[in-house]
């Protein structure tokens, strides 16, 4: 059985069809990352899975129960970690992390056990009976992950759960997501931030309006984007023309400037190289620094999501489809 | 039957939880217990001062308003703040009925609006030196008109905004024509007909009845025919905001 099953998941908002008819499956213990740009549907999948809002058409299972039809069992194999951060200002850290283990029906001995360990793994406990309206963000940040964890779920939910903290916090919060990963919890997240997705996914969905343009883990989503390799060089100086030179190089795909240094994305480094020594030798150019890189995600998902790749600012048709 | 018992035990667990909150957030603070206790002696100077009517028989009548009032105006703004703060999102995703969020939203309301009538009923005693004759079937009085009015106002709030302004005054379009076609002012027998047969439809107008039989015996309808009618208005507001709810998760 998969931890969580989707099929054919569609939402609607009126004419807006934010989701149409997807489909995937979360494997138990897995950690899944769903990455898209702004609008792409990330939080309406995750409201739907979640029971938060009602699916157009379309199946979603956890362990096996319909979100639609067996709600309550599917919910209480959760944790849910909105996008925002959804706390009572009024109540204290304790207070939340109480009332919402009520809402699980827990054993009061259970939520405070619960409560306690949570406000302790995420530096709370000192603070933990003031309202919770005065904490900083990431204080906020770190206590509604706390409450989507009072309950010891199975499935974990998580909407965007570091965007726009600082090192430490986003650090903290990677490393218990990690560590649940451990204890085999499943964990579906959402993110704009690549390198997360990157270094905590064991598979990563792009989505990108309301369709998943790949599914793959990270390193695979990167070797099926050959091209997108690059070589980061930079000159000793800078000449007007230099850009579109470059570009005319062969196996060149597309170059860009990054601060003082260009990108040449390439299929074929090597090959790129050794044309780079003779432009530079013809050119009377000192190269600086070079260096040679595989595609990153981030480049991999620009390239699904149909965003522009370089300078050249076109759009390209996705190769989403072999994937 | 175990499985229904225990979805009955999952859903009164949890409404009583989501009671608790509203309480401790909303309705134990200075400011609203203060304007709650102060509320029916406005009223009192209001209709009291000028009128030869002896003050000790106006008591029904405000206690009915003032149960109105303090069991109906919380919940229709604790909702919209919730759904714009997205704590209410919270309640959605949590293992809990629909049924359940109706009913512990409005709960919370009507334990407040019954010790404001019991604190109101007390000084009012104190210093009209009233008395009550039937102790029992005022507090069931309480209970039942203050459940039936908070439901009332949690049924409003299902309308899916995040402007409190909108749901008070949709919720003040109902709430204040009750106040003139349901006894309390002016009473049922000066009505004209049709004003008659729109107050049998009122809650307010067996509130108010049950407290007059509660005060002095003198009753329209009798206790019984008021109890039922309270307590059919309760079942009605409440499956309306069942519905209205489940229908308002889009
Ligand atoms: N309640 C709603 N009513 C109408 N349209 C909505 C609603 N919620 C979302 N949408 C629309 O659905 C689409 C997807 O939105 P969603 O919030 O799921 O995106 P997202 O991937 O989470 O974006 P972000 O990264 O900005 O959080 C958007 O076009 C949005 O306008
Ligand atoms: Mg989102």
């Known amino acids: ?114 409560a306690r360990d949570l406000l302790d793994t995420f530096g709370l406990y000192e603070r933990c009976h003031e309202p919770a309206g005065g904490f900083s963000k990431g204080m906020k940040r770190r206590l509604t992950l706390a409450m989507g964890l009072v309950n010891n779920p199975g499935v974990l939910f998580l909407d965007e759960p570091t965007s726009g903290l600082d090192v430490q916090s986003r650090r903290l919060i990677r490393d218990v997501v990690q560590d649940l990963a451990r204890k085999n919890v499943t964990i579906f997240l959402t993110t704009h931030d690549i390198e997360e997705a990157n270094v905590s996914c064991d598979r990563v969905a792009i989505i990108n309006r309301g369709t998943i343009a790949a599914i793959d883990a990270p390193e695979k989503l990167k070797q099926t984007f050959e091209s997108l390799q690059s070589i980061e060089i930079s000159f000793d100086a800078v000449r007007p023309g230099l850009l579109e030179a470059l570009r005319t190089l062969p196996q060149v795909n597309d170059v860009r400037k990054e601060g003082d240094k260009f990108r040449l994305y390439t299929a074929d480094p090597p090959e790129v190289l050794s044309s780079l020594c003779t432009f530079t030798q013809e050119q009377n150019m000192r190269p600086i620094s070079v260096t040679t890189r595989g595609p990153s995600l981030e480049e991999v998902f620009i390239r699904l999501t149909g965003l522009s790749v370089g300078t050249k600012g076109e759009v390209r048709e996705t190769d989403a489809g072999m994937v | 039957m175990p499985g229904w018992f225990e979805g009955v035990s999952r859903d009164i667990g949890a409404a009583w939880a989501i009671a608790r909150k509203d309480m401790k957030i909303y309705y134990i603070k200075p400011s609203i217990l203060v304007s709650s206790l102060l509320f029916p002696f406005v009223m009192f100077l209001a209709f009291a001062v000028g009128r030869e009517a002896a003050a000790g028989t106006l008591i029904p009548g405000l206690l009915a308003v003032t149960l109105l009032f303090s069991a109906s105006s919380i919940e229709p703004v604790s909702i919209p703040i919730e759904r714009r703060t997205k704590t209410f999102d919270r309640l959605l995703s949590a293992p809990i009925s629909i049924r359940a969020i109706v009913l512990g939203a409005s709960l919370s309301g009507a334990l407040f609006a019954s010790a404001i009538g019991v604190a109101t009923t007390v000084i009012a005693l104190i210093v009209l030196n009233a008395g009550v004759m ?95 009618a309270l307590v059919l208005a309760i079942v009605i507001f409440q499956a309306a905001g069942i519905f209205l709810y489940q229908r308002s998760r889009e």
């Open chain 2, 134 to 228: 039937n102790v029992a079937a005022l507090l069931l009085g309480f209970a039942l008109t203050s459940l039936c009015f908070s439901t009332m106002g949690t049924l409003f709030a299902a309308y899916r905004t995040e402007n409190v302004g909108e749901v008070m005054s949709l919720l003040n379009l109902v709430r204040l024509p009750l106040l003139f076609i349901s006894g309390v002012f002016i009473p049922l027998a000066s009505m004209p007909g049709w004003g008659q047969s729109i107050a049998v439809f009122s809650p307010l107008t067996y509130a108010h009845d049950l407290m007059l039989f509660a005060f002095d015996g003198t009753t329209l309808f009798g206790p019984v025919i008021d109890v039922a």
């Open chain 1, 1 to 114: 059985m998969d931890a969580i099953e989707v099929i054919g998941l569609t939402k609607r908002f009126g004419d807006n069809v934010a989701v149409k008819g997807i489909d995937f499956a979360v494997k138990m213990g897995e950690t899944f990352g769903f990455l898209g740009p702004n609008g792409a549907g990330k939080t309406t999948t995750i409201r739907m899975l979640t029971g938060m809002t009602k699916i157009t058409s379309g199946r979603a299972l956890i362990h096996g129960h319909d979100i639609a039809r067996d709600t309550l069992a599917a919910k209480r194999l959760m944790g849910v970690v909105p996008e925002t951060s959804n706390i009572y200002d009024e109540l204290s850290a304790w207070d939340n992390l109480i009332f919402t283990g009520r809402l699980y029906h827990l054993k009061k001995a259970e939520i405070e056990r619960n």
